[in-house]
C-alpha cells in the first residue's frame, strides 16, 4: 500500500507543503498541483489513487473540477477528497453531492487526514491485500470467500464473490448490466446481459437468508444499485 499515489491540489505553498510531507509520512507517494489545470495534466499523464481538492482554487473552483472529473467515465471511481475552509452543512452537502468521496473542513489533523484517506482508499477497493472488506454490518472474508452478516456466515460461490466485491466496494451507485458485465467479468470475457440477471437472484437468495436481499436493488430500465439505503 506505500505505492499509493495521492495528488494534492492546493494553492496556498505553506498547506501544500505541509499536506505533501503529511502524507510522505504515512507512506504514500505524493504529487503535488496549484491549480486544477495543473492537475488535469497530471491524472492525464501520471493517474493517482486519490485526490486531495482544495475547493477554493484559483481559476476552475476544486468543487468544479471534482464536479468535471465525476462525469468523465475514465475518472469516475477515481475518490476525491474535497478539503475547505468553509464549514457549512450546505457546502457540505454540496460537495458530497457532486462526487466528492469525502469533505474535510480546515484546518484538521494530520491524523484525521490519514485516517480520511485510509477510509475512502478502503470503501474504494484501492488498499489491496486486506483480509476483509466492511460495508455496514456487512464483511466480507477475501481470504476464505465468506459473507459475514452478524453472527452467521455463509460461503459464496467465485462469481457471486467477485459481484458482492465489486457491489461492497462500489455501493450506491447504479450500474448498468455491460457496466457490471465489464468490471466483475472484464471486457474480454463474453458473456449475455441476462447471465447478470442470473447471478443476481443468486446473490439475492443468498443475501435472503439473512433477511438482506433488499440490499441489491433493481433500478428499472437501467441496472442494480447496492444500497445499505431503501
Ligand atoms: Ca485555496
Same mark, same amino acid.
Given at each position: 500500500m506505500s505505492s499509493l499515489k495521492?495528488?494534492?491540489? !492546493?494553492? !496556498?505553498d505553506a498547506i501544500r507543503g505541509m499536506l505533501i510531507m503529511v502524507l510522505q509520512q504515512a507512506g504514500f507517494f505524493p504529487t503535488a498541483a496549484k491549480d486544477a489545470e495543473e492537475a488535469q495534466n497530471i491524472i492525464h499523464d501520471n493517474p493517482p489513487d486519490l485526490i486531495l481538492l482544495d475547493w477554493m482554487l484559483p481559476g476552475i473552483s476544486g468543487v468544479e473540477w471534482a464536479r468535471r472529473l465525476k462525469k468523465e467515465p475514465i475518472y469516475s471511481d477515481l475518490p476525491i477528497i474535497l478539503l475547505t475552509a468553509r464549514g457549512?452543512? !450546505? $457546502?457540505k452537502v454540496r460537495g458530497l453531492e457532486i462526487g466528492a468521496d469525502d469533505y474535510m473542513t480546515k484546518p484538521f489533523s494530520p491524523k484525521e487526514l490519514v485516517a480520511r484517506i485510509h477510509a475512502v482508499l478502503r470503501r474504494s477497493g484501492k488498499i489491496l491485500g486486506q483480509a476483509?472488506?466492511?460495508? /455496514? $454490518?456487512?464483511?466480507?472474508?477475501? $481470504?476464505?470467500?465468506r459473507l459475514i452478516i452478524g453472527d452467521r456466515q455463509l460461503e459464496v460461490s467465485p462469481t457471486e464473490f467477485r459481484l458482492m466485491h465489486f457491489f461492497?466496494?462500489?455501493p450506491d451507485k447504479v450500474y448498468t448490466r455491460t457496466q457490471l458485465? $465489464?468490471?466483475?467479468? /472484464?471486457r474480454s470475457v463474453y458473456i449475455e446481459e441476462r447471465t447478470i440477471d442470473v447471478h443476481i437472484r443468486r446473490l439475492r437468495k443468498i443475501l435472503e437468508e439473512y433477511g438482506r436481499d433488499d440490499l441489491v436493488q433493481t433500478v428499472r430500465g437501467f441496472g442494480y444499485r447496492f444500497s445499505m439505503v431503501d
Open positions: 495521492i495528488l494534492v491540489v !492546493e494553492d !496556498e457549512e452543512e !450546505e $457546502d476483509q472488506i466492511c460495508l /455496514g $454490518d456487512l464483511i466480507l472474508d477475501i $481470504d476464505q470467500h461492497m466496494t462500489h458485465l $465489464d468490471q466483475v467479468w /472484464g
